[in-house]
């Protein structure tokens, strides 16, 4: 009897075991339980719409083979230090009138016309491909969409977090 018993609770800790494996996000999906984007290259996780997960797959794997240093064309730089202060806001090179990211509009800008192929200069990118899968682009999308700010999402959410809630006028003013 005392046998039975004990194996029957080893039973039961082997399922409860093979059960708690299989929850949560697995491998291979993100945090809200989609499969990853494929493509991207070297960087660590999901790729996700902000710019340190998009400058890790994206622009440091596969754009800076091209866009750094001296002879980086259009004198556009991805380069950790320098995307975020070339792209948002920035008139492109080819065609000045379109921004290379214009926050909030994603079709309007020049880096989205040129990774999906329809500017209307030069050639898609990255220059003679393979290029990036829909997938990996509307996460860029996502972020220009989300109004292309250089903190990541996580980083806002706890700032804001952070902020005391304002409880009168003459408070809130004190604070700044
Ligand atoms: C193999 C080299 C190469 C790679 C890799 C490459 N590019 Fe380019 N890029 C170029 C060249 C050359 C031009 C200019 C000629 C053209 O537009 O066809 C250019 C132009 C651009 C422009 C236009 C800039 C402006 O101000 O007019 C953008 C935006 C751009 N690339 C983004 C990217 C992004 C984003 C990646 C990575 C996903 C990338 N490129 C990868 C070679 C490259």
């Not at 994206?58 to 070339?86: K, R, W």
Request: aromatic share 4%.
């Amino acid at each position: 009897m005392g046998v039975y018993l004990s194996l029957r609770v080893a039973s039961l800790a082997a399922l409860l075991a093979l059960a708690s494996c299989g929850g949560g996000s697995g491998d291979g999906l993100d945090s809200n339980g989609r499969p990853l984007p494929p493509g991207g290259g070297s960087g660590d996780g999901a790729l996700t719409p902000d710019l340190a997960s998009i400058q890790s797959h994206v622009f440091t794997p596969i754009c800076t083979a091209c866009h750094a240093g001296g002879s980086a064309p259009q004198g556009l730089h991805l380069d950790e230090a320098n995307a975020y202060t070339m792209l948002v806001g920035v008139p492109s090179n080819e065609v000045s009138s379109v921004l290379r990211v214009k926050p909030g509009d994603p079709d309007n800008s020049y880096i989205i016309q040129k990774l999906e192929g329809h500017a209307a200069v030069g050639a898609r990118m990255p220059f003679g491909g393979p290029y990036l899968d829909d997938a990996t682009i509307a996460v860029i999308r996502q972020w220009i969409t989300n109004g292309a700010h250089q903190a990541t999402a996580a980083t806002a959410v706890r700032s804001a977090a952070a902020t005391p809630p304002t409880v009168g006028v003459s408070r809130s003013e004190e604070g700044i």
